[in-house]
């Protein structure tokens, strides 16, 4: 259990301080947030190593660097890498810059090391300690902190619109990235279905949902047209080109929430169709299902002309 490692509840602890910080939104809580973020995660993969009776320390009694952390932990796993190893090194850079160079945070990129954060951390306490994350920062992080983090997963039963980023004393630009990243895991949600065991959805979230809505019985050109829009206010958000303003936010949200409605009422096979066609880059929808590959599959070849007969 978490509670028994003293590494780890340090750890916590630190990731307490560092959800304090993101929620205060100022330059100065941005990068103690990463630095806070930075030490809660050596700490966690640490102190799973230890779980494991794998020593941490070197000899002259100073502990292993996290590079080397991260890969001792991915061999206990048996995998090549654990999740989310490569943004880890990003949040490690992020805050040598900050501790090296004096460096400066937005709020998009602490929004991205949060995320990254998150995810180890849920990963290490789960496996590793019978312990999940969220339950532990609803339960021991102040209300009004853990709320204004779109990170921490809600009470189960409780559903909301997928794009809907309505969260209190949120920023426009996070409430926008919030809503967007509903928005996507709604369309892979939609997919699901027609993915074979294996295999994931690596197309164009954009290009799915055009040629779906497009082929639909009766096309929401009204949607069809502003879609595009929205991604494009998305890239400009997130390579800080653009800082959105709330009625901006709040355009884009109904746009992505009629998105969603009006792919619902699309029939299964014109969204199979839009997504094995997205999935191989062509235009249009008219590869088959699967089904009916199957079909073509099992049926009988035409016969082949006999040499001897006579032309016609």
């Known amino acids: 259990m978490a509670q028994t490692s003293p590494i780890l509840r340090f750890a916590l602890e630190v990731f307490h301080h560092a959800l304090e910080n993101y929620a205060s939104d100022t330059p100065r809580h941005r990068k103690m947030a990463v630095l806070a ?18 020593p941490i320390y070197e000899k002259g009694g100073r502990t292993i660097n996290t590079y080397d952390a991260l890969s001792c932990l991915a061999k206990l796993w048996d995998v090549e890498r654990i999740d ?34 998150f995810g ?37 039963a409780q559903h909301e619109k997928p794009s809907a980023a309505s969260q209190p004393e949120r920023s426009p630009t996070l409430d926008f990235i919030d809503g967007f990243s509903r928005f996507e895991r709604s369309i892979r949600m939609l997919v699901q279905p027609f993915l074979q065991e294996g295999e994931k959805f690596s197309g164009s979230t954009l290009d799915f949902a055009i040629k779906a809505l497009s082929n639909s019985t009766v096309p929401n050109n009204a949607v069809i047209g502003r879609l595009p829009a929205v991604y494009r206010l998305r890239n400009k958000t997130i390579h800080g080109d653009e800082v ?31 997504y094995r066609a997205t999935m191989r880059g062509v235009k249009g929808t008219k590869l088959p299902t699967r089904s009916e590959e199957a079909q073509d ?11 001897a007969a006579p032309a016609a």
Do not use: C, M
């Open 37 to 54: 973020l930075a030490q809660s995660v050596e700490l966690t993969v640490k102190a799973a190593l230890v779980e494991k009776n794998v």
């Open 84 to 117: 989310f190893h490569a943004r880890v090194e990003l949040l490690l850079d992020e805050r040598n810059a900050i501790q090296h160079r004096y460096g400066s945070v937005d709020d998009v990129s602490l929004d991205y090391h949060t995320e990254t954060a």
């Open 120 to 156: 180890v951390l849920r990963a290490i306490l789960e496996r590793e300690f019978d312990t999940a994350l969220d339950p532990w920062v609803r339960d021991t992080v102040e209300e009004h902190v853990w709320k204004k983090i779109r990170f921490v997963q809600q009470v189960p």
């Open 244 to 274: 959105p303003n709330e009625d901006e936010v709040v355009d884009a949200l109904v746009t992505l929430d009629d998105a969603l409605k009006a792919l619902a009422t699309v029939p299964d096979e014109i969204r199979e169709r839009a």
């Open 297 to 307: 599959d099992f049926a009988e070849p035409p016969p082949h002309p006999d040499p």
